[in-house]
């Protein structure tokens, strides 16, 4: 089974960091690939960065120079490093691993950006 838990939200002013981690139980984590995604009130869940097991990252263009992804396989974690953050960016943030297809989420972690 397993299980995947953020922490690392919370309220920040606009421009603003923040660091998220998940924390992943068991032993697919290393071969999986984690994503960090996003989803705000009336809007659709997307993506906010990916990184292979291979280390490979995709930022799509809007979080691109402000969000940095990276995984430390031994601690089973991934983090998402929050730069520059504006309004548009509060939102519960959601972990994702996919491994052989199969997919796991956690229960999100809120961020919210707000003076």
Do not use: H
Not at 23 to 41: D, E, K, L, N, V
Not at 64 to 78: H, L, P, Y
């Amino acid at each position: 089974q397993v299980q995947l838990v953020e922490s690392g939200g919370g309220l920040v002013q606009p421009g603003g960091s923040l660091r998220l981690s998940c924390a992943a139980s068991g032993s697919i984590f290393s071969a999986g690939t984690m994503a960090w995604y996003r989803q705000a009130p009336g809007k659709q869940r997307e993506l906010v960065a990916l990184i292979t097991s291979g280390g490979s990252t995709v930022v799509p263009d809007p979080m691109k120079g402000r969000f940095t992804i990276s995984r430390d396989n031994n601690k089973r974690t991934v983090y998402l490093q929050l730069n520059s953050l504006k309004p548009d960016d509060t939102a519960v943030y959601y972990c994702n691993l996919n491994s052989g297809g199969s997919l796991y989420w956690g229960q999100g972690t809120q961020v919210t950006v707000s003076s």
